[in-house]
């Protein structure tokens, strides 16, 4: 969230090591056969047992260099094991073993994968004997599904999908290929997920949208027939809220990612690949493109459009969009404009002591 | 959301079509049974299976004109019913139907009613073999207890009463005739729910209040003795949150209706017919008056009196209340006084550069 | 939340009386024996059967005076019994009994506190038959499994524990003394609670954090094998959201209490007994020091060091800290500053006017 926010996702920082967590151990040999590094340099009878970033990481620790800008931090690191681009060019210390590769990044990810497949609880394939399953639900092979899970007729789980404990599936409500919902989800009727897609506990899809008709001062509930589609690859964070359309849907991309406790309202529509920060909320039938991110916090009206590829500042306020490429501000406008007012709200005091002295000068 | 928030519930944009969630059918005999329009012009033999918005609509869909504004798009609606005013002048086209009422917006409404109770799930009158339901609780007659749903001792489930999967209902809790609970929601004990009450998915009626007393840094928990009263055609949305008074009560009154993921602190009292759009939070002891329409994000700080019919822009943070119906900004000011602002705000750069030129010139 | 977040959880304001909820009756007899006042004067054939404010208390009633401010309010209660400092010196109302104490806001604590245990639910010991605990979980004694809990492999429930219906605690997950889960919590693998700790309703610990490398466009996920550790005596509120670390732990500290709707993102350390108001979001890696005390509705970016004791107003942003020991406003300075530049921003008119003067007087 905030300006910030967009370092979230790609933040180098201090990160860390996995000490208390996941229990895993890894000899060089195995590393490397796992990883498949262009050169190896150093001590190979070491054993991991715990990643870190550079600055955090003890010995038994292996850590990597993902941008040439803390290659310092290699000389100093205690990590047993680093994961190193081509062009690091120091040697490691004793007892220390570099690792090469094109990607350093790639490399971590493809281990850290690796780390949470052998350590993550594996559900349990089959339907747990509390689940309570429609006779008219069709389910596919290879599902997993938790204890006192609830799937209501019509609804379609597809093959290797898993869900968790506690998830409710609504009638006829669909969940694709190889989606994971964990605990306590809900998926209201009719709604359909795509392949691939996570949601984390307690995420709502599906409620009714909010929206009434005000007679004499009395809101007289709009049935909300539609339903909530979203698309292949999508996560859904803790505790979010898709609300189901008017008619028609409620609509999620692609591989858009949406943080936790984000409010997306009816019928609006969410392009592919967008990233949705923490606690933001998009009012009803508003529209955002592909590739847009969203900072935490942020509040988008309703029946707006966001074009693709924008960037929207945390705590921002969308009341209406005209122009700008990086938004920020309430109201929002292009954030290089946004920046230069705060400056100038700050030298206020400054301009009005100003002002009173020309008066006086007069 | 934002003074746009206004138009999220009265929104005559576009809606979409009823497309791909629920599946009907009404012959054009049948919808005038049940609509009974004071006049049919057109085509007599089409079929519907959709709703949706002129602007969407296609062969198949039953369409209105809820506001005269929009009377061009009934010309290029490829909708093969619309529901119209009698001061429409305008011909069907070729295939199509025209059906006339006092007030369209009432008629699709009535349909989309009868869709709804048509398609929606009906849940099985009884309590499921797997909810979990004390000897001391009274249970109505009409009532529907889902599976996994948990109910304490001393609790009150009144007649006609729905509650979905997996709910928690706590000791001496009552829940008032008609309302329905969406599945997950929670009721801590001793609350009180009125009738037709509609809690989504995820809602949290009850849990404590937020309250400490602090000694030498540690901060003690005040227990919180009071419950929850919510009236009658209150409905609050997916994940919302409702606190327990310290002592007496939270109140929300007759027929306000709150959105997603809104927080309301321990001893606030909501009056009647409020609407609360999305995120918004209200802290403890605030009474809110009647009417009062709020929109979304808005944070309202704790002990102020906001009067009936007040209206508090989205985003806005009121820190206290002096004056003005409609309130807006950070911290709120009347909105006209805010707009001016804002406009002046995006001027400060022009208006650094008058001074200084004002200063040189001395 | 807002500046006035501050006497949400000091408020001395008007809280009403317990009346709706819990029952109980004590006779002046009991409640001597109880609280131990150091002097009784007035009626001692009293009996009370409500708590509630020196406004709003009733006949039936005990009250307090805990702040000399509201002295007068003591002359005017219809309060049957009233809880007082030493250095009050007026008599009781005819029927009227008066308690001194050299604190009475401990004694009314200490009354609540009885009056809650005798009201409030008492979870059955021992595990409900529908809940489905792993033969592998290690369960302490004098602990209650309630209704259709779920309870993973190698989980550890130590001594004491109230696990209400519906949670669930994953894969070697702890929960320590004396904690206690409301209905609906989930607890995610390998995270750890202290003792002592609460969690409301819908509490979700240990989703994965929002982590995402972006490889031509597509946002692919960075594992999050870390975990969350929550220190003793923690309180966390309804529908809050902690995530797990990418590596190492998201650590919550000793005697922190955070309330409704909160989000804590990735690798966020927060220091010991903060306070942290509903609906803020902390961006990850971000570190918060001891006895921060953060209002309603406050953004703060990732990546950042609060330090000890920073207090920051309601709806506040925090892109960056510099320095500043009470913070406000978006873009956060301090609070002094801040409120100097809200007065400024309401003359900007005048302002306006008063340069178009000077330049029409040049």
Chains 1, 2, 3 share one sequence.
Do not use: W
Request: aromatic fraction near 4%; include cysteine.
């Amino acid at each position: 969230m905030i300006p910030g926010g967009g370092r979230r996702f790609f933040g180098k920082g201090r990160m860390g090591v996995s000490g208390g967590a996941m229990r895993f151990s890894y000899t060089l040999v195995k590393l490397v056969e796992l990883l498949r590094p262009k050169r190896v340099v150093g001590n190979t009878e070491v054993e991991i047992t715990e990643v870190g970033s550079l600055a955090d990481a003890r010995s038994g620790c292996v850590s990597f260099l993902g941008n040439m800008k803390y290659r310092n931090e290699v000389q100093t690191t205690n990590a047993s094991v680093v994961l190193l681009p081509p062009s690091y060019e120091n040697e490691p210390k004793d007892g220390q073993c570099f690792l090469f590769f094109d990607n350093p990044s790639l490399a971590i990810g493809l281990l850290c994968r690796d780390i949470e497949r052998k350590c993550a609880l594996r559900p349990a394939l089959g339907i747990h004997g509390t689940a309570v399953v429609d006779d008219t639900a069709s389910i596919g092979s290879g599902v997993s599904v938790g204890p006192n899970v609830v799937i209501c007729p019509g609804a379609t789980i597809s093959d290797g999908v898993v869900i968790m404990a506690g998830c409710y599936i609504g009638k006829d409500a669909k969940i694709g290929e190889g989606s994971i919902l964990r605990p306590s989800v809900v998926v209201m009727d009719f709604c359909e997920i795509g392949k691939r897609v996570t949601l984390s506990p307690g995420v709502v899809i599906g409620a009714d949208g909010f929206g009434y008709e005000t007679v004499d001062g009395v809101h007289e509930k709009i049935p909300q027939l539609g339903n909530v589609i979203i698309g292949d690859d999508v996560e859904i964070g803790a505790n979010a809220t898709v609300d189901r359309a008017r008619f028609s849907c409620t609509k999620i991309g692609r591989g858009t990612k949406i943080d936790n406790l984000v409010q997306i309202g009816h019928n609006v529509t969410i392009g592919d690949g967008c990233i949705i920060i923490a606690q933001t909320g998009i009012s009803g039938s508003t529209t955002i493109g592909n590739h847009v991110v969203i900072g935490g916090q942020v509040g988008i009206a309703g029946h707006l459009h966001i074009p693709d590829g924008v960037m929207i500042a945390g705590k921002s306020s969308v009341a209406s969009y005209k122009s700008g490429r990086v938004l920020r501000g309430n109201p929002s406008m292009p954030i290089n404009e946004m920046n230069r007012i705060y400056v100038l709200m700050r030298q206020l005091p400054e301009l009005f002591a100003r002002v009173s002295s020309l008066e006086k000068g007069k």
